[in-house]
């Protein structure tokens, strides 16, 4: 059945940095077209499961596969190129570019390989693409800006945008709401909902706020110290006492 | 004369800080090492020319091409530096380089390499004029070489890099690659102007090749305005022709070559014709939309 294809999982998934077990003998797997929410206390190690599936890390045990393939070890461009997107925690822009530039800089992922990097960027079917990306991410108004003065909030819809423009299968978003105005907030998780409704693509979320998390997750993973604690909807997470106590401490999972 | 010298000078440094312009303004990896460069593609033209007979024409590209492959492995080397190491071990490959220069005898020693012959077109020896044409149709093909680079993906792969490497990869730029070849294609210009400074002078030795004359190119490529097309050119004719209008001056120098440099730090970063410059910003509104420097 489609709706239950596994588009990514891991393998016994650890990363270690000298002694700290950052992720720890992490199973997790992503269905096709779900969005999968991934929480946990602060150092819990979500950020960096991003990052060792994006190739930033290399693993220290166990492997990701996506559709299939292996893809750990493999270099992080590479793995961009594959479908995989990515937006980061503290937003990363590229300052001096304009809006427009930015977007185009990804529609490049095929261009960037073998000698095809002699060509042309800015060709019309190119600009057209990263203009209707820009309007999807609602940011057409600042087209040709640099980058470096847009509000945080757009900076976050624009690295958004430049996830769009690799055309990628899976999504990974890294606390798209942190630093946000309510206001903004509510756009930005309008704006999630509609990229897997509209375009579905699947999404894999890391989310403080848990409001927002438990609002748009199907699915989400809890950790904990590296570690895999719950998996579950979100009604099964929150209702899970091991939940609990990561966040608030024994003595209030007792009570409760 | 003096004038022809003197624009055919200009030219030839321009050439080579257009390369710096590359590695550093486009891709934003500091380099203080052209001057090694230079001097690779001044070496291997004399040598081809004088040792093996070789013809100008056949030596100068084979100048570029040894500069370009010296580039690639400074740019290997350089993959995981960032910032003041980068600087360090660019520095670094110039002291080295010139080390070799001086050691080696094939490069002719303290002496270096005299009776670089002339090139020769049509059974003519270029000289004066005419090989201040010669440069400047090299100095053309340069600026066409650098407006395809900003109009291509790799251009674009340079900026990406420049602005933050962790993005980059994220919109699939490999950075080992870009990083690598914007070393090499700036030392590769480079390699073109040490080639046509060799059959200029007629004569070259590792002197002329130091860290010195690295940090003259980067005052050039700085004062003209990183990542643009024109600031190359402006930067060396201002540094070259401003001592020459005040001869008199010319024992201070170096204090004014230091002055410039900081004054710009302090007030124009980006350069004279840089992103956002004053003298852009003006001549944008004099020019209306024509645009200066890349976009």
């Known amino acids: 059945m489609a709706a239950n294809e596994v588009i990514l999982h891991t393998e016994d998934l650890c990363k270690y940095f000298g002694g700290i077990k950052a992720l720890d003998h992490v199973n997790i797997y992503v269905r096709k077209g779900e969005i999968l929410g991934i929480i946990g206390p602060n150092g819990a190690g979500k950020t960096t499961l991003f990052n060792v599936i994006t190739g930033f890390y290399r693993p220290t ?25 990515r937006t980061f925690q503290i937003t990363r822009p590229f300052k001096n570019l304009t809006v427009l530039q930015n977007v185009i800089a990804a529609c490049g992922r095929d261009a960037y390989f073998g000698l095809s990097f002699l060509k042309r960027y800015r060709t019309p079917e190119v600009v057209e693409e990263a203009l209707r990306i820009i309007k999807d991410v609602g ?36 606390e798209p709401t942190a630093g946000m105005s309510a206001k903004e907030i509510e756009e930005i998780s309008e704006l999630v909902r509609r990229l897997r409704d509209e375009m579905g693509i699947t999404i894999m979320l890391v989310e403080h706020n848990m409001r927002v998390a438990m609002g748009l997750s199907d699915r989400m993973y809890v950790l904990s110290y590296g570690k895999v604690i719950a998996e579950g909807t979100p009604e099964e997470v929150r209702e899970n006492p091991l939940v609990i106590e990561a966040y608030l401490g024994r003595s209030h999972a007792a009570r409760s | 004369m003096y004038y022809i010298t003197l624009m055919t000078i200009t030219l030839i440094y321009a050439i080579a800080v257009m390369g710096l312009n590359i590695t550093m303004g486009y891709a934003g990896q500091v380099n203080l090492g052209q001057a090694a460069f230079l001097g690779i593609g001044a070496f291997t033209s004399a040598i081809l020319t004088t040792r093996l007979g070789l013809s100008f ?33 660019t520095i670094g490959f110039n ?19 005299v009776g670089i012959p002339r090139p020769v077109l049509f059974g003519l020896k270029l000289r004066g004029p005419a090989y201040l044409g010669l440069v400047a149709a090299v100095f053309v093909l340069c600026v066409l070489l650098n407006l395809w680079l900003e109009r291509s993906w790799l251009g674009m792969a340079f900026e990406t890099i420049r602005e933050d490497e962790h993005a980059a990869q994220a919109v699939g730029v490999d950075v080992r690659t870009f990083k690598i070849l914007a070393f090499a294609i700036g030392a590769g210009m480079a390699g073109l102007a040490g080639s046509l400074y060799a059959h200029f002078k007629m004569c070259v030795a590792y002197s002329d090749f130091m860290f010195a004359r690295s940090i003259e190119l980067l005052s050039m490529c700085v004062l003209g305005g990183l990542g643009t097309i024109y600031g190359p050119v402006l930067g060396s004719a201002l540094i070259i022709l401003l001592p020459e209008a005040f001869r008199p001056l010319r024992a201070y120098r170096l204090i004014m070559h230091t002055a410039i440099l900081i004054l710009l730090i302090r007030f124009q970063p980006q350069g004279l014709l840089g992103r956002g410059s004053f003298l852009q910003r003006k001549l944008r509104e004099l020019l209306g939309g024509l645009r200066f420097g890349s976009q």
């Open chain 2, 57 to 89: 024409w056949v030596a100068l590209p084979l100048s570029a091409l040894s500069a370009f492959l010296v580039g690639i492995l400074l740019g290997a080397i350089s993959i995981r530096l960032r910032y003041d190491f980068l600087a360090m071990t």
């Open chain 1, 139 to 174: 940011l057409t108004d600042y087209v040709d800006q640099p980058a470096k003065v847009l509000p945080i909030g757009h900076m976050r819809r624009l690295e958004i945008a430049r996830a769009l423009a690799l055309k990628p299968k899976l999504l990974l978003l890294d």
């Open chain 1, 61 to 85: 045990r166990g492997a990701v596969f996506f559709v299939g393939k292996k893809i750990s070890g493999l270099h992080p461009a590479k793995i961009a190129k594959m479908g995989i997107g």
């Open chain 2, 95 to 113: 002291f080295i380089t010139v080390a070799i220069f001086l050691y080696y005898p094939i490069f002719g020693g303290s002496f270096g390499i």
